[in-house]
């Protein structure tokens, strides 16, 4: 816990990128042996604060100073900031997937001897380190070879190799499931109370936040807007939190929405069963039926595993699974969707979960990104339409609130927030019947959700039939019209919205795949 005995401060860090302010003089102050969260809406400034910390943004690039353990720093590198016991773990992880975990571990920090490495070494501290982090792994299995959970503490065990005094955990849990979530938040807890190691967590997961910091540090446009500290007997008020954060009450955070009357059913799966891509006898999708009307927001709800995109990346043009079978109908007629183009020009979209790999070309730009998918129909004869593009594209920005100076932009420059919204562009301008949602608002913040769930809300409206996949009940309890649970590659249960409730959806979810399949 806090001692008052201050490890780091940074006073009055401005930062600009050209003509835009990302930090406008933002205060931070962090004391020794303490969870610190630093908590925004996308694009506050959270991450740019921490890369000014470490010198990813080396000095001389910002102003302000920097006091971290009684002296000022001057970082110009990252290896600056790390030789005084500074590690920051990204939520994009810095792994090479191609080697070990030790090779991982130790990776610009050798255990060499007379300029070779000595592997005996560095499997026994890879091991120690693993065995402090709470992961019996072999040092040499490959990185590509375990889960995401996992890898995020082969990134702690390579901090504690580096000494670390503070440890910066940015969205450590976005990609995480519940299981994987407790046991990093755990080990960062542990690392407080035995290690004395001071940790700055940034997340937008609030019950997280609530559960695991000390104090907080909310940072909204650029600039620090207020601190909450937390103890035993003044938990954190969260309404409190998240207004300070998006700098309105958001007493509801779900939009009021009046449930459609379904229309014509536009989407209907009839046993479909689904193989893994390389063990064919492996059934991940098992003789799934469910339907989509017009009109109608309708959410697949599962743990890790469950098989649930999985099942939306096979309607969607066979993109995922082996032995696809069972039977899909588009609007009453048997449709054959083989390939991704022929489930567009069925009328179907599929927004992915990995926005940053999948859904986007981060080094193109935003009108680039949402034409991306309507190359048909905005061009003639085989050559874009660059007018049309700009309108259309335009438009969707105006429409969905996406911050930037222009369409023109880099993607890769846009927060979380807007990248999350050029997706749903790319895809709203395709002009589908049918929009397949996965994880629509993974990593980002409250007040971006929000206006991602306005959106949803208006696609329904405009007739348009949705399928929403989330990890987080709460949300699609506050969305849907109606919810199926899948446990095992098994539909296991219709709910519609009078039987909303976490414990009776959990049921469903949890359901044993023999029970389930009887």
């Known amino acids: 816990m806090a001692n008052n ?123 120690q380190l693993l065995e402090r982090v709470g992961l019996p792994e072999n040092p040499d299995t490959r990185i590509m070879d375990i889960g995401v959970g996992k890898q995020q503490l082969v990134e702690i065990a390579k901090a504690l190799s580096k000494d670390v005094k503070l440890l910066i955990l940015d969205e450590p849990t976005a990609a995480l499931n519940d299981e994987d979530s407790a046991h990093l938040l755990g080990l960062v807890r542990q690392l407080r109370d035995e290690q004395g190691v001071t940790s700055i967590i940034i997340s937008h997961k609030l019950n997280e936040i609530a559960d695991i910091a000390d104090n907080i540090t909310i940072i909204r446009d650029g600039a620090t807007v207020g ?106 007629k048997e449709v054959q969707l083989p390939n991704v183009q022929a489930a567009i020009d069925a009328g179907l979209a599929y927004a992915t979960e990995d926005r940053k790999v999948y859904g986007l070309n981060l080094l193109q730009n935003i009108r680039e990104n949402a034409s991306m998918a309507s190359l048909e129909k905005m061009s003639s004869h085989g050559i874009m339409d660059a007018d049309t593009e700009q309108v259309e594209v335009e438009k ?3 429409d969905f609130h996406i911050k930037c100076q222009s369409i023109d932009v880099n993607v890769g420059t846009l927060s979380g927030g807007n990248q999350q919204k050029v997706v749903l562009a790319k895809w709203v301008i395709s002009d589908p019947d049918i929009l397949i949602l996965d994880e629509p608002t993974r990593g980002i913040d409250v007040g971006a959700k929000y206006e991602i769930y306005e959106i949803i809300n208006q696609l329904a409206d405009a007739g348009k039939a949705v ?52």
């Open 396 to 398: 969707y920005r105006k």
């Open 5 to 127: 005995d201050t490890i780091l401060t940074m006073d009055d860090i401005v930062k600009t990128f050209g003509p835009v302010k990302a930090l406008s003089g933002v205060n931070l102050s962090v004391d020794r042996g303490e969870i610190h969260a630093i908590c925004g809406e996308n694009g506050a400034g959270k991450s740019t604060l921490m890369n000014v910390l470490s010198g990813v943004y080396p000095y001389g690039s910002y102003s302000g100073t920097i006091t971290f353990d009684g002296k000022e720093c001057r970082y110009r590198t990252i290896k600056d900031s790390e030789a005084d016991g500074i590690v920051i773990i990204h939520q994009e992880l810095a792994l090479s997937p191609f080697l070990s975990i030790a090779e991982n571990i130790f990776i610009g920090n050798e255990q060499a001897k007379g300029g070779v490495i000595d592997w005996d070494e560095t499997r026994a501290k890879a091991k």
């Open 227 to 332: 601190e909450m500290y937390i103890t035993p007997e003044t938990p954190l008020d969260q309404d409190e939190l998240i207004k300070k954060m998006v700098g309105r009450s958001l007493t509801n955070l779900y939009p009021d929405h009046e449930p459609n009357t379904p229309g014509e059913e536009y989407l209907r799966l009839e046993d479909w069963t689904v193989h893994h891509p390389l063990d064919q006898e492996r059934v991940i999708v098992d003789h799934a039926n469910i339907n989509v009307h017009s009109g109608e927001i309708v959410g697949l709800a599962g743990l890790m595993g469950a098989g649930r995109t999985e099942l939306a990346m096979s309607v969607f043009g066979h993109s995922y699974g082996s032995h696809i079978s069972g039977k899909v109908f588009v609007k009453g």
């Open 467 to 518: 399928i929403v996949i989330s990890s987080e009940l709460p949300e699609l309890i506050g969305i849907c019209d109606r919810i199926y649970t899948v446990s095992q590659g098994v539909v296991t249960d219709n709910v519609d919205r009078n039987g909303f409730t976490q414990e009776y959806l959990m049921k469903g979810m949890t359901k044993d795949k023999e029970v389930a399949a009887s």
